[in-house]
């Protein structure tokens, strides 16, 4: 196995690949997902709300099989999966033209869908409308739709932090075991999507603006942890980040243009601007404190809990 091999933020050595190799013998037929649950368990891999890292677990053994180093079982049938694909794409919504100016469609309704009914809705908009399309969101995820006399306007979604960007750790002053411990406290705005029927002045900064002040209370509501501070990034080639900066967000750099799992430098993507939105005035000690999960998980509850009341 090569070297220092580490998929999704943990190291894997060659114990631990023997180790992966026997439950797949063992649990072949139960399949993929009681694989990576019974490995959660046994790595103790849970969230910082206790829950098991099942999805961050089954990308790793993905990741481990493209290498060529173990043989998952077959995906088992989704019998469910054509429906889903259909609804993604054919859920009805108004597309008339919407437009005027933004103090005459406030207040805006903003409403986490996250576990309601309207989050299909949302998903089938991320999905037509969004150029990066919708994906199944990796480990804690919230979603939101904007409103307008009961009109969806707009979807925002907030996920896991990116594992590695330079510019962002570099302004952070993280080195690399600090950032494996902490990383947690980080939120990605993964996507921000205005339907393009709605042209309204100023909406974008104004939605994430509304949008920052209820995330952390709903983040510690669904995770019992508070995030420190938002990321996201900006396509170069497509957008200015000019909604970010309105709604005063720090640009900090840009990518490489390099994926999450190029290792070798091969695999070329586009440059984004890295904007960051802190939530916290002293998040730099939060996300420098050496072990702050391990060390100090009451004053992680106190301290989300007062970020969750402010």
Request: charged share 25%; glycine share 6%.
């Amino acid at each position: 196995m090569e070297q220092n091999l580490i998929l999704r933020g943990r190291p894997v050595t060659s114990q631990d690949l023997n180790l992966i190799r026997s439950l797949v013998d063992q649990y072949q037929q139960q399949g993929r997902t009681f694989i990576s649950k019974e490995l959660c368990r046994i790595w103790n891999w849970h969230q910082p709300n206790g829950a098991l890292k099942d999805m961050a677990c089954r990308e790793l053994l993905r990741r481990l099989e493209q290498k060529g180093l173990i043989t998952l079982p077959l995906k088992k049938i989704d019998i469910d999966r054509r429906y889903r694909k259909r609804s993604l794409q054919g859920l009805p919504h108004e597309t008339d033209l919407l437009t005027g100016r933004l103090k005459e469609f406030l207040p805006i309704d903003l409403r986490m869908v996250r576990g309601s009914p309207q989050e299909a809705l949302h998903n089938s908009l991320i999905h037509q409308y969004h150029y990066l399309g919708y994906r199944q969101t990796v480990g804690p995820c919230l979603k939101y739709m904007a409103y307008v006399k009961e009109r969806p306007i707009a979807c925002l979604s907030w996920g896991a932090a990116a594992w590695k960007v330079a510019c962002r750790d570099q302004f952070i002053g993280w080195s690399p075991s600090t950032r494996s411990n902490n990383l947690f406290f980080i939120v990605n705005n993964t996507r921000f999507l205005i339907f393009p029927w709605v042209r309204i002045p100023y909406l974008a900064s104004h939605l994430l603006s509304q949008c920052i002040k209820v995330l952390a209370s709903d983040w510690y509501r669904w995770y019992q942890y508070c995030p420190v501070l938002l990321e996201t990034f900006v396509d170069a080639e497509r957008f200015s980040g000019t909604s970010y900066r309105a709604a005063n967000w720090l640009w900090v750099g840009r990518t490489r243009g390099r994926g999450k799992n190029d290792r070798d430098h091969q695999k070329k993507l586009p440059i984004k601007e890295v904007f960051l939105y802190p939530l916290k005035k002293k998040f730099r000690e939060i996300l420098n404190h050496g072990s702050y999960r391990q060390e100090h998980p009451q004053r992680i509850q106190i301290l989300s809990a007062s970020l969750a009341d402010a």
